[in-house]
């Protein structure tokens, strides 16, 4: 069973300008024609990337205060699927780097959700909030601090 990372980013920016932020090395950005833009990285950081703009999104999630829902009118959502043969504490750095890359080049609000089912983190006029109790986040040390919240 794979593992699922989401990073929701509302607005509208092209998805090719989100691969651009996310990847600035051509040779690693994600290819394909928009909407969707696909990259298989597993080898290089240890997961698989999708990069798709879409309108009228619908998310939820559970947080730490119950359920979380979101409804963006346009998003851009990179998708980060992790297969679980893969080293996760070397996957989870480089997925964290990738979206502290895209949130420090942006200004969309955002949010990142874990297997669809889990809030990690959101930022909300420019405000970022680490969500889960910070148990995620203290499991994974090394890649606490790569996302200031």
Known sequence: MATEYRLILAAEPPVEQVAER???RQEERPAGTPPLLT???YQRYGFELAVRGARNGYFDAESDDGLWEWEP????ALTFRMEKEADSDRALVHMLT???RVLDT?????????????LLLTR????PVKHRRAVWWENYAE???IIRG
């Not at 009118?73 to 851009?76: I, K």
């Not at 909300?124 to 405000?127: A, K, M």
């Open 22 to 24: 996310a990847f600035p």
């Open 39 to 41: 990259a298989d990285l």
């Open 73 to 76: 009118e346009s998003y851009v």
């Open 98 to 100: 990738v979206v502290g």
């Open 106 to 118: 942006g200004p969309e609000d955002a949010a990142l959700i874990l297997n669809g089912n889990w």
């Open 124 to 127: 909300f006029g420019g405000l």
């Open 143 to 145: 890649v606490n601090d």
